[in-house]
DNA sequence: GATGAATGAGGGTTCATTCAT
DNA sequence: GATGAATGAACCCTCATTCAT
């Protein structure tokens, strides 16, 4: 019992230290620029070990990208759920998106490497894969939705449209980010880029009865700006 | 001399031919898809004689990439100059990313693949690097300070964040759609997407006085409005 | 005593389980096609566990194939034993390898991979080796033998000579059929082909007082045909 | 030119070379017992080269294998061909495998490992696939047809079935021999053997009114015996 | 006795690059 | 200048076997 348990500990351990180990490889030297070789050598290991926890280098580059997109979706989804308007819902993803960077760096860029990766599911595609990218969409249609719904957003707003727009967007950031080179990155404030490009989505499609100029505050970090008056009146 | 001069014109032909169908191969099977022997199968060459023109693989593949950059950026600049106004510029260079992309998907594509191949000259950087980068943030620059100057852009604008943030936010948009396989592309409208996305960062920096829904209007094809009046009268 | 009889029991029974999946993974893939990995997994064992049941891979498939060698040279064996004299020792064993063909197809075939998997003991060689070969061959020798002695068989038969003709002719039979995948042996009447051959030798060695067709007759299952008298005649 | 003619003969003796060294290492060590990297090492070529001359160790081993083949079914086609009656084209044709085997014994082994290598096409199947196996039992189907037309066969004879019959104990014979390791087959007489077998099918399916004797005696090397006489009587 | 993680040699294949012709 | 044969390092992957637990 308690040796399974441990057993089960171990690779758990094993499994951990070859997604960090290769994490950091990734984000260094790229996807390509690294050889199961270099992961067994940077771990003692033996490469055929490397097989004992992944079926192949494919199924170790999936688990980590898709790991990075699922903790990356999870984080935003959890925003969208706590709030209390479409127009709300939208800002609280785009600071998400914002504050998500400054924490998870990695995550972050690792989210973006999967088109690069898996390039058939890319996460601009509206269409109903069973996989990540429907998540992604799913997520911004239903806030827009929402917001129309509720008038906090644009009445005129086509919801379809925008949302693949905004996805568009949304996704093409975080693809940049990833593909800047560490040591440049870090001389370079990518959350304000970051945050200063949602500011822009969230005046496009927000009830235009909102004054631009505090839809920009509630970006703002620690920001606690009530919109609402403004487009319940227009109800 | 007669027959250096042919000499030289076989040679620069013979690159060109390369650089062609180096091309064709980048955008029908990635960057990473294709090999020297295939290029030289296609042109009815030697693998060897491919490095009497190109010192390798390396550089023949910066060569197209940068060809594509420099013809995609001077289409910019080109458009740019014939502006009359900084908020002018900046609404032609955004037609332009637009039309560009129309009319040369490919070198738009090939453009968003430098990041990818040289991530060491990321267009974003504000640095001068000797190389391309500096065209575009010049560019860009350029406009906005143009814009402040005259009274067509926001006068609270910050010229130096907002040209990161706008290049940011270009060239992110153009990675992302070299990255969409191409029978994918073909299925979208990704010149409306990148329309809109413009449309955004024109109402961003616009002057406040100016109608935003005649921004808008500014980057429907074909269109001739004159904003002139409303910022005009501001000064 | 118990413990270690019921000991050795689960031994056996362990052996016995390994032997029976790996049979049939050589049927079903060739002995090249499947790995100790595979064996392990059909029986919810442990890779290493097989390990203590066999030393190696080798011993294992040496194992597999001696065995079914043992049990069609056995059932041979049998037949010939209760032969009333040489030839009808020599028709008995052709129609054995029909019978047991059709009976026990998987050790048969099983038989026919000896060769391949252990060429150093062909069957075919007269050789007193430390195996199996020198049964076969002394079988079929001795039905010679005693044929030739009891006026059976052509009294011109070179029995040594013959002895090697025949076991490399049955043995042929065997491997080939060996190597038929089993999906268009289903479709082949393997059994008749067989027959038809055992029929031939019968032929050849008989003597030749006895009415060829006679002999052909005695090979349809179920007949009941007595040649003494021809050769007892000659006599 | 002169160039290119010389070019080509390097490939070709190259390709020649490979194929030489690698027909020995299959006689010597079997399909399986070989990499590529024995032979570059024997010809003291790097690994890459063999990859000049063929598109893997699949495309090596078919043309050398397929080679053997096509080799051998000439040569029997060529008997054949040469023949006055049915039963005089499989005493050819028996003949002819009895002779090949003693002048062009590996290519005779090498035909025989077809089957282990492409099991997919075994030439015992009277399939009509657009490869080698229907020309060897459309040879045989022929022969056997024509001598059932001519007298000179049993005309009871199936022909159909003995086809199969004939085709597969042949074949069987061949694989048989193929995978008796060099040094044994040295110290056997397998020609004798597989000569004996062949005088067996031949008094198979003669015309019965043919004496047997004369069908052994026109196996012996350099018989010239006429049996025209006696099926002709029959006729 | 049983486990299964770890090994490590080896296999086939690809390809950018070199260099004698 | 042009060739293309040759290289050799790398890469991903498989698997029989070992051994500490």
Redesign the pocket.
Same mark, same amino acid.
């Given at each position: 019992m308690g040796?399974?348990e441990?057993?089960?500990r #171990? @690779?758990n351990r094993?499994r951990d230290d070859i997604i960090r180990v290769t994490r950091g490889m990734i984000l260094e030297r790229g996807v390509?620029g690294? /050889?199961?070789? +270099?992961v /067994?050598n940077a771990l003692?290991? $033996? @490469?055929?070990?490397?097989?004992?926890?992944? $079926?192949? @280098? +494919? #199924?170790?580059l999936r688990a980590i990208l898709i790991d990075a997109g699922t903790e990356f979706l999870e984080y935003l989804a959890a925003r969208a759920a706590s709030s209390d308007s479409g127009l709300d819902a939208i800002l609280r993803m785009g600071r998400g998106y914002f504050e998500f960077y400054n924490n998870q760096e990695d995550a972050f860029v690792l989210f973006g490497l999967m088109d690069h990766f898996a390039p058939e599911f890319p996460f601009v595609l509206p269409v109903t894969e069973d996989g990540l990218p429907s998540v992604f969409v799913g997520l911004v249609r239903g806030c827009l939705d929402r917001g129309v719904a509720d008038g906090s957003l644009d009445p005129t707003l086509d919801p379809e449209g925008m949302t693949l727009n905004i996805v568009f967007m949304a996704t093409s950031l975080v693809d940049k980010v990833s593909k800047i080179p560490r040591n440049i990155r870090a001389g370079m404030d990518v959350g304000a880029v970051i945050g200063h490009a949602f500011g822009l989505l969230a005046r496009a499609v927000a009830n235009p009865a909102i004054p631009r100029n505090l839809i920009d505050r509630s970006f703002e970090p620690g920001a606690r700006v009530d919109l609402t008056p403004y487009w319940r009146n227009e109800q």
């Open positions: 040796v399974q441990r057993r089960d #171990e @690779k094993r390509d690294f /050889a199961l070789q +270099d /067994a003692d290991l $033996s @490469k055929g070990t490397l097989y004992l926890s992944f $079926s192949g @280098k +494919d #199924e170790l």
